[in-house]
Every structure is written in C-alpha cells, then in structure tokens.
C-alpha cells in the first residue's frame, strides 16, 4: 500500500515554461517532505524540501507546496531548462524529524522532460 | 570520502548465484541506508544501519538477503541463490546523524539476473 504517490509517470514542458509535480501522501502524521532528483546512472541527489510547519519554500527556480488539509504537495519549476530533465522522487519520513532514522519513503518518481 | 562509493557498478549473475554489493558512506556518516529500484518502480527501503547495528530489517524482501556493516563504515549487501526479480538497481545511502533528514545516495548497483 503506497504511502507517498505520484501518479503522473512522466511529463512534458516546453523551455521557460513552468512544471508542476504533484504528490499525494496518505498519512496526516507525515510532517517532513523531501524531493529528490535522479538522472540516469546516478543516485537521487536532494533538492528541497519542506516541513509542515509551512505550506512554502522557496529555493531559486524550485519551490514546493504543502497543503497538509489535502495531504497534497507539489513541486514548481519555473522556468523550466533542458538540464531539469529527471525523474522527481516525492519521499517523507513517517516520524517527526529528529526523532529517529526512520527511513525515507519515496513515491515511484515523474519523470520530467524539458523540451528546448 | 567525499560522496557514497559502491561497487560494482553492473553485475550480472546467473540465476542461483550468490552475489555482494558494496557500499562506503561519507566519512563520518553514522547512518546507511540501502533501498533498491526496480524497473518502474519507486526506491523500495530494504534496510537501514546506525553504526553497525541494524534497527530495522522490515524491508528486506526475503532471508536470501542479509547484510552487514563493520567498523561503523563499509556495509555489504548480500543476496544468495539470486532470483530473476532480484534485477534491480541496488541504492546505498548515507546520513550525518539521527538529526539529520537528507540522505546522501551513491550511484547505485546495478543488478541484471539472467
């Protein structure tokens, strides 16, 4: 049973354009959000992320939104580059941040495609 | 060292065969993480190191997988008797401390059972 789902596999944006992925998460006791980016044959590497003590953060081209009521987060980036072409890995810890090393839950990635 | 080092980087085996993936964390990280992606799948947690102990297993699909960690430092994945669905891209991790949230990953095994 998913707890963390991304269910857009793949997207497709023009250049300068913005993206927008989506996650949905099951738990309301989810607290802490991450997104990662994974190009072929390398690791996912850490690009934002957010607790929900916000529903906003903010990192150059790349923001994320949390709406804890709809247990719904997106990530925006605007504007879109070749470069950001990668699958986008949603992923939570299900315990509160610092109390453990509980580990990383992770949705089955979007995979981006920039378009020049 | 300064990122997440595995090897091998590809490994194909035969059915049945036994196989070790390696994993060495950034120095000084006292968390391992292995997780695995399969063919369209997400990262499938398997396992998880503070130190040389593991706390949690509950991700480990079968007892054909074991793994250990010495010295606080290199962990080795261990699958025996390899099994087609084993075919996946195995993903170590490390994180500074239990105050920490973002895992640092490696570039992965990759693991093709034929």
């Known amino acids: 049973d998913q707890q963390v789902k991304q269910n857009s596999p793949s997207l497709s944006v023009q250049e300068g354009r913005i993206s927008i992925l989506n996650c949905d998460y099951t738990?309301?006791?989810?607290?802490?959000f991450l997104w990662y980016k994974k190009y072929p044959a390398e690791g996912p590497t850490f690009l934002i992320s957010i607790s929900s003590i916000k529903d906003k953060n903010e990192d150059g081209r790349f923001t994320v939104f949390l709406n804890k009521s709809a247990k719904h987060l997106s990530l925006h980036i605007v504007p879109s580059q070749p470069g950001d072409s990668a699958v986008y890995f949603c992923?939570?810890?299900?315990?509160?941040w610092g109390s453990g090393n509980t580990p990383l839950v992770f949705g089955k990635g979007t995979r981006l495609s920039v378009i020049a | 060292g300064a990122g997440v080092s595995q090897s091998p980087s590809n490994k194909v085996t035969e059915k049945g065969k036994d196989v070790e993936l390696r994993c060495d964390p950034i120095s000084g990280h006292t968390a391992l993480y292995w997780y695995r992606q399969s063919l369209g799948q997400g990262l499938e947690f398997l396992i998880y190191f503070q130190g040389n102990s593991a706390p949690d297993k509950s991700g480990l699909p079968s007892d054909r997988f074991s793994a250990e960690r010495t010295g606080g430092s290199v962990s080795t994945l261990t699958i025996q008797r390899t099994q087609q669905e084993d075919s996946a891209v195995y993903l170590c991790?490390?994180?500074?401390?239990?105050?920490?949230?973002?895992?640092?990953f490696g570039a992965g095994s990759r693991l093709t059972v034929l």
């Open positions: 738990n309301s006791m989810f607290d802490y």
């Open positions: 991790a490390s994180m500074r401390d239990s105050g920490a949230n973002v895992l640092t």
């Open positions: 992923a939570t810890h299900p315990v509160r």
